[in-house]
């Protein structure tokens, strides 16, 4: 590992910053996450241009088609510029529009609800905090913050989605089993429904379930004390795993949380103190 290590440094350009290209990374991974959700955004925008939906607990600014398109496309454009901007000023001015924007996003009557904007409005604000800082001297502690305050939010998402399960009816398996087990067309549900029996199914559901209560739960309490890379591993092969082995469709929610984690890849490993190994003089013997 660490010859690969070393090779990898060797192989980077003079002048790598590190805290850059974390923050390039993390605006790739939110990019993801949001047109991961094109189908959705176009279904939204049908239904609230055809069929306005009026809830009275939202003001009109909030259940207007209008303001959801302009948070959605201003969050991408702002977040794609931020991607490929060089000048730091410029980051930060579409670090705080596309935050603002994909704030809108959570409060909106058409996707309040949806978990995708949760997640990426935290690699957001992520993003807002890392590009006030990147032109800092101080690169390889600025990576070392950005990594550690990665993997802080990933633990509380995780943390939140457990605690959310700690209930009978998801350590039973129940609510796992009708959402997935039933009829899901997913290649894991199919394969388990053409495998196994009904009875089956609802015992291989209920310990389905329980690994996910247990993981998540470990996982947030436990991830963001390790270190960094290998908090980058580990949460990279949850947040894998989701899509994976659940559906398709939350790699919406969890995209942008992969390449949070990833920050981790970019902490440099810490120099190994050098050992100086003191040998006896040895005296020759004076001609005479």
């Not at 189908?39 to 959801?68: C, G, H, M, Q």
């Not at 350590?171 to 067309?185: A, C, K, N, Q, T």
Request: glycine share 6%; proline share 4%; charged share 15%.
């Amino acid at each position: 590992m660490n010859k690969i290590s070393q090779v990898f440094q060797r192989l980077q350009p003079a002048g790598f910053k590190r805290p850059l290209a974390a923050y390039r990374l993390v605006q790739a991974a939110i990019l993801i996450s949001l047109f991961w959700k094109w189908k959705f955004f176009l279904e939204a925008n049908s239904i609230y241009a055809n069929i306005p939906v009026e809830d009275p607990f939202f003001p009109d600014w909030l259940r207007s088609v209008t303001t959801i398109r302009l948070a959605f496309w201003g969050s991408a454009l702002a977040t794609s510029i931020s991607l490929i901007a060089s000048v730091n000023l410029l980051q930060k001015i579409c670090s705080w529009l596309g935050f603002f924007g994909i704030s809108l996003m959570c409060i909106h009557q058409g996707s309040y609800n949806d978990m995708t904007f949760v997640t990426v409005w935290w690699c957001c604000l992520w993003s807002v905090w890392l590009a006030h800082r990147l032109e800092t001297g101080q690169q390889e502690l600025l990576i070392r913050r950005a990594a550690f305050l990665s993997r802080l939010i990933i633990s509380m998402i995780l943390l939140g989605g457990a605690a959310g399960k700690w209930t009978p009816e998801y350590w039973s398996g129940e609510v796992l089993f009708d959402i997935y087990f039933v009829d899901r067309d997913f290649w894991v549900f199919n394969y388990l429904r053409d495998t196994y029996e009904p009875k089956e199914l609802q015992e291989i559901a209920k310990w389905y379930s329980r690994q996910t209560v247990i993981v998540e739960t470990v996982s947030g309490i436990g991830l963001w004390i390790l270190p960094a890379r290998w908090a980058a591993l580990i949460g990279t092969i949850i947040l894998s795993g989701i899509v994976i082995l659940s559906n398709q469709y939350l790699l919406s929610v969890v995209g942008c949380l992969i390449g949070l984690a990833c920050v981790g890849f970019l902490v440099p490993r810490r120099a190994q103190p050098t050992v100086l190994t003191a040998h006896p003089t040895i005296e020759k013997p004076t001609a005479h």
